[in-house]
């Protein structure tokens, strides 16, 4: 399955990714364009390859977005819960994912309100952000990198969603004639 992770710049979207396959935050990162990781996680007991696209804060990449999207069959919208801007800007990119997706408000998308860690801090409540998700029809759930509190769990809720997406997919009626395909 494959997962991309956008929101704006330094909001922690590459330390996010970086805990769920199992390597430490970094204290100090470069600037992301766009990386991919594959991992393997269980979910449910089953092992999926999950192939994750970890973006740039899109300011300077608006042109890359709409490839960022089309990669995606789910999507983690990363903000900061001390940078009310980062909050801000998640409607825009949820209405750009659906846009991009014909209009299909069933893809799999979790709000994820990082940086859990700087509490003392915060500007966006978790009042704001649930209303905020309730009110897009997609679930919240808050992390922090830097303490790796929720951030596996993040991506396995979303990639359960994207399980259950493909599950509710119709499949195909069979060919009327059993010798060709022409339906």
Same mark, same amino acid.
């Given at each position: 399955m494959k997962i991309t992770v956008l929101g704006k710049g330094v909001v922690g979207k590459s330390s996010l990714t970086?805990?769920? /396959?199992?390597?430490?935050a970094p204290e100090e990162h470069d600037p992301t364009i766009e990386d991919r990781y594959k991992t393997t996680a269980n979910i449910n007991g089953?092992?999926?390859?999950?192939?994750?696209?970890? =973006?740039?804060?899109?300011?300077?990449?608006?042109?890359? /977005?709409?490839?960022? /999207?089309?990669?995606?069959?789910?999507?983690?919208?990363?903000?900061?819960? #001390?940078? $009310?801007?980062?909050?801000?800007? /998640?409607?825009g990119k949820y209405d750009r994912i659906i846009k991009a997706k014909h209009?299909?408000? =069933?893809?799999?998308? %979790? %709000?994820?309100? #990082? $940086?859990?860690?700087?509490?003392?801090?915060r500007t966006v409540t978790f009042d704001e952000a649930k209303q905020l998700a309730t009110s897009l029809g997609i679930e919240y759930m808050e992390t922090s990198a830097k303490n790796n509190f929720n951030?596996?769990? !993040?991506?396995? #809720? %979303? !990639?359960? $969603?994207? @399980?259950?997406?493909?599950?509710?997919?119709?499949?195909?009626?069979?060919? &009327?004639? &059993?010798?060709? #395909? @022409?339906i």
């Amino acid at each position: 399955m494959k997962i991309t992770v956008l929101g704006k710049g330094v909001v922690g979207k590459s330390s996010l990714t970086y805990r769920f /396959i199992n390597f430490n935050a970094p204290e100090e990162h470069d600037p992301t364009i766009e990386d991919r990781y594959k991992t393997t996680a269980n979910i449910n007991g089953s092992d999926y390859e999950i192939e994750i696209l970890d =973006t740039a804060g899109e300011e300077d990449f608006q042109n890359m /977005i709409d490839m960022w /999207i089309s990669f995606g069959e789910g999507f983690l919208l990363v903000f900061a819960i #001390n940078e $009310k801007e980062s909050f801000r800007l /998640i409607r825009g990119k949820y209405d750009r994912i659906i846009k991009a997706k014909h209009g299909d408000k =069933t893809v799999p998308i %979790l %709000l994820v309100g #990082n $940086k859990l860690d700087l509490e003392k801090e915060r500007t966006v409540t978790f009042d704001e952000a649930k209303q905020l998700a309730t009110s897009l029809g997609i679930e919240y759930m808050e992390t922090s990198a830097k303490n790796n509190f929720n951030c596996k769990e !993040a991506f396995e #809720n %979303l !990639a359960q $969603k994207i @399980i259950d997406s493909k599950k509710s997919i119709p499949k195909p009626n069979p060919s &009327p004639c &059993p010798c060709c #395909n @022409i339906i």
